[in-house]
Every structure is written in structure tokens, then in C-alpha cells.
């Protein structure tokens, strides 16, 4: 998979995304999800909201450090090697993690060469917007699991939209984000990047029951 470093001015995907807007709209939302609501269904089947905040926190854990280039277990492990375990000071530790991953990629070396992260190989200014991606759509999903509202910034959902069109080899593709689920061009951006990701953008608690 690849993305095009076109300028901004043209209107097309900043060359250099900054991750700050989608880290700060998953930080947002962690004060208002009770403890209570940690077990509730979430768009991912095999993963709670427990899960998706350990996910969160972990994914953050590995692109921080391929941004860094500091390489080892947090960017050799493959993110499905087990189920995520969330940290008990998660409140203060996945704003933390987060805060450090937009600083590791705000630094240029970190988009220059190869790098590893989920024990892959690629470089480093694709997994840089694959992390974009991940918060923009992990965003989602838990705003969706816990009816909070969520409204990613444009930029950050260009660079998930241009990340998560079918281009080339769509079976590839389909093993990372899985099938594109239909969403007419009329939708907003955000339904239509949720498709996308294989997901249903009318998806509720509801249909996990």
C-alpha cells in the first residue's frame, strides 16, 4: 500500500500529516466512558471496549516507537498475537502514549526510511499514516460502541480515505481491513472511510446482541 505526498495547496493529502487532531478526538472521549461501560460491545466482534481502548494504547506503544526507530518486541509483535490487556491507570496512561506518539512523528527522521511496526516492514512514511488511520477509525469505533459523538478532522480522514481505498491487490487489502462495505457517495466522509475499513457505518450495540 502507498500514499502520495502531494502538497496541500493542490487540496490533496498533506505530505507530512500531523497526528495530533485524532489523537486529541480519542482523548476526548475517555472522560466520559464509566468504568460500567468497559464490557459493552464494540464495532470490532472479537473485542469489547476494554479491548479497543488496550488496542488503542498498544498501537500507540508500537507507532511511537517506529517513529522512533527504536525497534524491538512493541514493533516485532503482530497486534493479533493475543488480546489486548488494558492497563489499570489507562485514564492517564493512553493520553500519555498518545502524546507520545504525536511528538515521535512530528520529528522528520521518522518519515524517512524503513521502520517496523505489528512485526511489518515498511516504510516509514506509510506507517506513519497507517497510524493516522488506525486512531481516526479506532476512534470511531469506540464513539460508536459508547454513543459518544466523534468528528474527525478533515485532514486526518483524507489521509484514512486514501489509505483505505481497494488499489492493486485486493486481497491484500481485505486480510488487513477486511471486505468494503457499500456506503453511497452521498455519504458524509466519515461513513463512507468507515466503509471503507469494512465496517458499517449504521452499526449500534444493538446488533452485537
Known amino acids: 500500500m502507498t500514499a502520495s505526498a502531494t502538497s496541500a495547496a493542490s487540496g490533496a493529502t498533506p505530505a507530512v500529516p500531523d497526528l495530533r487532531p485524532a489523537a486529541d478526538g480519542i482523548v476526548n472521549l475517555l472522560p466520559e466512558i464509566g468504568d460500567d461501560r ?7 466482534p472479537a473485542y469489547a471496549v476494554r479491548e479497543i481502548l488496550a488496542h488503542i494504547h498498544g498501537l500507540a506503544t508500537a507507532f511511537r516507537d517506529a517513529g522512533r526507530k527504536d525497534l524491538g518486541p512493541t514493533t516485532g509483535t503482530s497486534p493479533d498475537a493475543e488480546l489486548p490487556v488494558l492497563p489499570d491507570d489507562w485514564r492517564t496512561a493512553i493520553p500519555r502514549r498518545l502524546d507520545e506518539l504525536v511528538q515521535a512523528w512530528r520529528e522528520p527522521d521518522a518519515w524517512e526510511g524503513m521502520t517496523q511496526a505489528g512485526g511489518v516492514t515498511l516504510p516509514g512514511a506509510v506507517a506513519g ?14 464513539a460508536r460502541a459508547t454513543g459518544l459523538a466523534y468528528a474527525p478532522d478533515e485532514a486526518s480522514m483524507a489521509v484514512s480515505r486514501e489509505m ?23 455519504a458524509p466522509m466519515l461513513d463512507r ?16 446482541r
Open 38 to 44: 468497559l464490557g459493552d460491545p464494540t464495532p470490532c
Open 129 to 142: 499514516r497507517v497510524a493516522l488511520n488506525e486512531l481516526v477509525i479506532h476512534g470511531w469505533d469506540l
Open 164 to 186: 483505505l481505498t481497494p488499489a492493486g491487490d485486493d486481497e491484500l487489502r481485505e486480510s488487513i481491513f477486511g471486505p468494503v462495505v457499500p456506503v453511497p457517495d452521498s
Open 193 to 208: 472511510i468507515v466503509g471503507l475499513s469494512g465496517r458499517r457505518p449504521d452499526w449500534t450495540p444493538a446488533d452485537a
